[in-house]
């Protein structure tokens, strides 16, 4: 593939770097109204995410995209921030992409460790879901709010904020039935330590369902818990 010119850790709009991290396709262009350079498909990234605006880092317009048919592969850095593929490459996946499912993890390597090393994080993971959803469910605030990092932020918000804003919240509100569905568990990119799930949330009360995306980052504190760290919809 081809990145940005100057290589990757995307900081600021126009620095020429690809960012590094789990980002979503939001929908696919119609390339055939656009420059040639972007081959026969493209797909907007949503970049920057939750962990990105916390870190500050801004820009955006990163897709994934094909070549000029007639230039065949582009040098490995080349594009503006962008991910170019071959066009033959490109094809092959094309598949595989459905708006706002399929992630796409941008990293420098990867890293190889045991199954069984792997097998007890998800376990761990999904454990800490399951105490968030049962936690949110029965109105367990105390329990629900401690699985969040001293350093959590949100809408502008500290940790202290908005753990009253969710208080004052569910005083005006009931606790319905919560379920969730199509868990996925990754360790970001080139962030160690951080890990990223993301699931669908079912919230039954009364008559009523709403269901929505969220997304939470969690790291672990100083005593080795695993803590929200950042929260996001979508």
């Not at 026969?40 to 916390?54: E, K, M």
């Not at 100083?222 to 760290?229: E, P, R, S, T």
Request: aromatic share 10%.
């Amino acid at each position: 593939m081809s990145i940005g010119q100057q290589g990757v850790g995307k900081l600021r709009s126009g620095d020429k770097r690809t960012p590094l991290g789990v980002y979503f396709i939001t929908e696919q262009l119609d390339t055939s109204r656009l420059h040639e350079k972007y081959g026969i498909a493209a797909f907007p990234l949503d970049y920057p995410n939750a962990w990105d605006q916390r870190e500050g880092r801004g820009g955006d317009g990163i897709w994934v995209h094909g070549v000029d048919a007639r230039a065949g592969k582009r040098p490995a850095r080349d594009t503006d921030g962008c991910i170019a593929l071959a066009n033959i490459d490109l094809t092959r996946l094309l598949p595989e992409f459905e708006d706002n499912v399929t992630p796409v993890l941008v990293t420098r390597h990867v890293d190889w460790v045991r199954a069984a090393e792997n097998e007890a994080l998800r376990a761990e993971l999904e454990e800490r879901i399951a105490e968030w959803v049962a936690s949110k469910a029965s109105g367990d605030l105390y329990t629900f709010l401690s699985l969040y990092d001293d350093a959590f932020g949100r809408w502008g918000m500290d940790k202290a904020e908005w753990s009253s804003f969710i208080l004052q919240t569910a005083s005006q509100h009931g606790h319905g039935e919560v379920s969730t569905s199509e868990l996925l568990l990754l360790a970001y990119p080139d962030e160690a330590g951080l890990y990223f799930s993301r699931f669908r949330q079912s919230i039954k009360e009364n008559d009523r369902e709403l269901a929505s995306t969220v997304r939470l980052y969690w790291r672990r504190d100083a005593a080795g818990n695993l803590k929200i760290i950042v929260e996001d919809a979508g």
